[in-house]
């Protein structure tokens, strides 16, 4: 299993201010033949106010000197971790979480906003400091 990311209980607190319960901590997954772990898996609390969705949340902190980098293991994690969800549970939605602070400048710059929208990526922005979500990004 692969090491929790630096924010990661702050992700997790911040989902349960939002009314989330995390029911996997990690999401376990393993198709063809394939070992994965997805950082969180979460369902509303209240089904009606979150149309009874369940989400999986990739952390990823931006910590590294070259944030480009980050960004292509976060991409690629991304889309294989889709595929595999698409298998195992297509009815979980999976987020890419990212703070605040990267998202103001790295994720809008044009170059990486073109390919949030091509790799159709959902975000969840959060301040890892307030332990909240700040955007869910669609």
């Known amino acids: ?61 931006f910590l590294q000197p070259s944030t480009i980098s980050e960004f292509h293991t976060a991409v690629g994690q991304f889309l294989n971790y889709r595929r595999a969800l698409r298998t195992m549970e297509p009815d979980r939605r999976l987020y890419l979480a990212v703070p605040l602070e990267t998202y103001k400048t790295f994720f809008m710059l044009p170059f990486i906003q073109e390919g949030v929208e091509e790799y159709q990526l959902y975000l969840l922005v959060y301040d890892a400091e307030e332990k909240v979500i700040i955007v869910w990004q669609k």
Do not use: C, F
């Open 1 to 61: 299993m692969a090491a929790k990311d630096a924010y990661h209980e702050a992700v997790k607190e911040a989902l349960k201010k939002d009314r989330w319960n995390v029911t996997r901590d990690p999401l376990y997954l393993a198709v063809g033949g394939v070992e994965m772990y997805i950082d969180l898996g979460a369902e509303p609390l209240i089904a009606a106010e979150k149309d009874d969705q369940k989400i999986a949340v990739e952390v990823k902190s």
